[in-house]
């Protein structure tokens, strides 16, 4: 078998390939919204006091959103010191 044959061959088995429409998995699957999710939080600078939180994910949902508002709100309102 030639070089070039080994390659090609050795490229196509390294392609992934969709299985009837399935898109590839990107890492993070869907959870159901009413499933409980549960994730240790800890306090930044501290190595203690670690708390296990448990929310559905639509709660966890929107405590992401709340969090993104209270950020965009705070750089929204930034007062800039310049010269």
């Known amino acids: 078998m030639s070089v070039k044959a080994l390659l090609a061959a050795a490229a196509v088995i390294s392609v992934p390939i969709a299985v009837n429409g399935a898109e590839p998995s990107t890492g993070q699957q869907k959870v159901s919204p009413e499933k409980k999710v549960c994730r240790v939080q800890s306090d930044t600078g501290s190595r203690l006091g670690a708390v296990r939180v448990c929310r559905t994910a ?16 705070i750089q929204a309102n930034k007062v800039s010191f310049g010269k």
């Open 58 to 73: 639509s709660e966890e949902e929107q405590m992401r959103q709340e969090r993104r508002r209270v950020i965009d709100r």
